[in-house]
């Protein structure tokens, strides 16, 4: 059961890390001055919804 | 595949080392293997940081220095002055040494047969209770309690809605010191938790070959070297995680040092 659980709380954040290098991608090609700035933020965001999925497997590995 | 049914039990073994066993003395009074790499962690941060001050100099010479003062501006330009603003001096000290601090403590962890100091959620609750105090402090400096209090909501919203906003924020408020926490714990304890994973595959696929050489042995290791490169990259991306995860502790400490001096918002 953990391991559904974690599959299915993992699709949001792998939708959400997925957006965020779209719209990276998107910025850097428009406007490929602001890379450095644009990169940044995109490790931050990308560390935050990381970070859910990442709760999600502590979880389904400790609560059992 | 007689490896894929052992795993299970495997993996059940590896994630019970990593809760807290007292190395000496009990769990309450004694050190647990994370307290403990989390003061090796300490003294080796102390010692880099005094071998670092003892050679300041205008002009910084050899790698170890220019390191060192790129790091620290960093802090100290993309931290402390774009996010805070004028006032980043006062903060610059506490931000630095957050920084510098879990950076060490997850860089120790990554080394193998070493352990993370903020691999515990212990470390990390008190890294953020503190961090929560101190901007909860500043807060409380800036505009004294009652203003403090009052400048969560924002102003110029008319009176029920008030309210509601208020509780709102309050309640993000007090969230803040269990997602700071939470957040470090998980990629700490996530990532070795997969590191170590793969790492039991290797032993296991590669285990019959070590005790007899023989052409089916052969055949069957080969997935061992397919799992010791997915662990070299995965090993690759957790140093990088290790210092991601200090920056971000120490940015989001940062934008909250600012909210709290801001004027309402």
Redesign the interface.
Known sequence: MGVIGYGLGVIGAGLAIGLAAYGVAQAMARQPEVQDRVFTVFIMGAAFAEALALIGFVVALVVR | MEAFDRLPDEINHL?SEFSSIPVFGTLMAGLTQYTFWLVVSSIVLLIVVFAYVRRLSLVPHGIFSNVMETAINFISN?MCQQIIGPTWKKHFPFLASVFFFILVNNLIGVIPGMKPGSGTISTTAALALVAFIYFIAVGIKQHGAIGYAKSLAPKGVSFPLNVLIWLIELISLLLRPITLA??L???M??GH?VMGSFALMVTLFAEPLLQEVTASNILGALPAVAFAGILLVIYAIEIFVAC??A??FA?LVAVYIQGAEAEGH
């Open positions: 994630v993309d939470v957040r714990f998980c990629n304890f996530a938790i991601v995860q920056y971000v940015v």
